[in-house]
């Protein structure tokens, strides 16, 4: 079976990054405590635009950082046509989610 156990509200905006227009970068947290349940967990994210979905982002650095009561993800994703500057505004979604064995 599967559980969610994390997940983001519905558009989640990303910033230009250092690399340019051609770049987004995001960050979230997730609680410590549900951190701890998880031993194998499937994160799942989705960037996406609303003005061109024809243009597409790849992630390409998926960070975490242990920040005591939380765990910090950092998501760097850029233009599949590299280094063309896109001025649209890129959101992202995230779920994360735990596989477990169900009691018989």
């Given at each position: 079976m599967t559980?969610?156990?994390?997940?983001?509200?519905?558009?989640?905006?990303?910033?230009?990054?250092?690399?340019?227009?051609?770049?987004?970068?995001?960050?979230?947290?997730?609680?410590?405590?549900?951190?701890?349940?998880?031993?194998?967990?499937?994160?799942?994210?989705?960037?996406?635009?609303?003005?061109?979905?024809?243009?597409?982002?790849?992630?390409?650095s998926l960070k975490s950082n242990d920040l005591n009561q939380q765990v910090q993800f950092a998501i760097e994703a850029q233009n599949v046509i590299e280094a063309e500057p896109v001025d649209y505004q890129f959101y992202f979604d995230y779920t994360i989610t735990v596989e477990f064995e169900a009691a018989i």
């Open positions: 559980r969610i156990v994390e997940q983001s509200e519905k558009g989640i905006s990303m910033a230009p990054g250092e690399g340019g227009c051609h770049t987004r970068v995001v960050e979230f947290r997730v609680r410590k405590e549900t951190n701890e349940l998880l031993k194998n967990f499937d994160l799942e994210i989705r960037i996406y635009n609303e003005q061109n979905p024809g243009t597409n982002f790849a992630l390409y």
